[in-house]
């Protein structure tokens, strides 16, 4: 592994960083690999129970590298980045976006393939695709508007502009926004919130929603009942604590 996108642990919580901070964490061919390993790795580590993907230096990142696109990059595969994101949204655990700074168009598709995104007050989002005549092909179509609405991705994607995290937060892009001077330690204290519940019902709920996502009411139901993985190996133990106290 190298150190285009670092890992640390600390007592169920995995920080990866996007680590290219005198590139503005432009994204590579580079960086997706080591993504994609890490990402790999923690389907198989059990000791993480939420994880956090961050920007290292100014922002979290200012998008795909034009460099790499203007001199032809060596994909392994056709699709390969979009198939990287997949395999994080569907990571079985809760995926937290942390987004400082910069976010724009490919780095906009990996925050968006993260369960939501929290924000810095510095943090700006922009879809600029058409701005250099490209199209998405790592996602942008699809996640957009189911986190946004279908009117409002339009905008963003035709228009190119940047919103800030103020108007961000109005149209649902991100959950909340905290001051940059603390901004790490309230990603923390959030993430924590969600490590003291259930890693069996993060798994479970993640693939509930990710199976019945845009169905109709009637189907959705019916698979919650049909398909539903029933109670986790702690239970007993959490509902004995809550009844001691």
């Not at 290292?56 to 994101?85: M, N, Q, Y």
């Not at 058409?130 to 092909?137: H, R, S």
Request: charged share 25%; proline share 3%; hydrophobic share 45%.
């Amino acid at each position: 592994m190298g150190d285009l996108v670092t890992r640390k642990d600390d007592s169920g919580l995995c920080w990866l960083t996007l680590n290219r901070p005198d590139k503005l964490n432009a994204l590579t061919v580079d960086m997706f690999r080591e993504l994609r390993a890490h990402v790999s790795d923690l389907y198989k580590d059990d000791s993480v129970g939420c994880v956090i993907l961050k920007g290292a230096g100014k922002c979290f990142s200012a998008g795909h590298d034009l460099g790499d696109i203007a001199e032809g990059e060596a994909v392994p595969s056709r699709g390969w980045h979009s198939e990287t994101l997949r395999l994080m949204e569907k990571l079985p655990k809760p995926v937290i976006a942390g987004v400082h700074g910069h976010c724009y168009t490919g780095a906009l598709e990996v925050a968006l393939a993260a369960d939501f995104i929290l924000a810095a007050q510095s943090a700006k989002f922009a879809d600029t695709h058409a701005k250099w005549a490209l199209t998405p092909i790592w996602g942008m179509s699809q996640r957009l508007p189911r986190r946004v609405g279908i009117a409002t991705a339009k905008r963003l994607m035709f228009t190119a502009e940047t919103v800030r995290a103020d108007e961000a937060l109005r149209m649902g892009l991100c959950e909340a926004i905290f001051a940059d001077e603390s901004f790490e330690t309230e990603l923390e204290s959030f993430a924590r919130q969600i490590l003291a519940n259930s890693p069996f019902s993060h798994a479970a709920n993640k693939r509930l929603l990710e199976a019945t996502d845009a169905d109709k009411m009637d189907a959705g139901l019916q698979w919650e009942i049909l398909e539903n993985e029933g109670v986790g190996p702690d239970m007993q133990a959490r509902i004995g604590a809550f009844m001691k106290k």
